[in-house]
């Protein structure tokens, strides 16, 4: 079964762009603690998305989309062939989109949890706030309107996006 979850922000619509989007990769949108199987300590790395912007001329007012893979907190990237698919076609569409990376279970977050998905579905929540946060407190140099920022997210993307949205601002 694949949850798939779209929060939208009212008013999330554009027109669409006049050519091929631009794409920069790897982005550093925050940072967060991983740590290795080998049972060193956690290190500090930077959490890396690709933005996708519509071609043409420059707008503040864009609104944008967080895109967030699924993978049941072990596996998947931002380089999904279906996630990059779906930045394309919407930043031909006038949006401007983050797919992200987040911490998985494989990179030993460390959270007030005990069970390893448990620490990873926690990362992951707080990875996507820290996407969020970073689009909103960017917006102007990202070409984005920080009033028109949605998430997406498939599967476990889908859980994360859910989870970042509803929670309370202090929660994390």
Do not use: W
């Amino acid at each position: 079964l694949l949850l798939c979850c779209i929060l939208v922000v009212s008013g999330c619509v554009s027109s669409r762009a006049s050519s091929a989007p631009r794409m920069e990769e790897d982005v550093v949108y925050g940072k967060g603690y991983m740590a290795d199987d080998d049972g060193e300590p956690p290190v500090l790395r930077p959490l890396l998305m690709d933005v996708y912007r519509p071609d043409g001329k420059a707008s503040t007012s864009r609104p944008a989309v967080i895109l967030v893979h699924g993978g049941g907190f072990e596996r998947g990237s931002r380089k999904n062939d279906q996630l990059v698919a779906l930045a394309q076609g919407l930043s031909n569409r006038g949006y401007v989109c983050f797919v992200i990376n987040y911490r998985l279970m494989g990179d030993h977050p460390p959270a007030p949890h005990y069970d390893p998905l448990a620490k990873a579905v926690h990362a992951a929540v707080v990875d996507v706030r820290a996407a969020l946060r970073h689009v909103h407190a960017n917006a102007r140099a990202h070409g984005v309107d920080p009033k028109r920022i949605a998430l997406l997210g498939a599967s476990a993307g889908a859980i994360a996006s859910l989870g970042a949205g509803l929670a309370r601002g202090d929660a994390f």
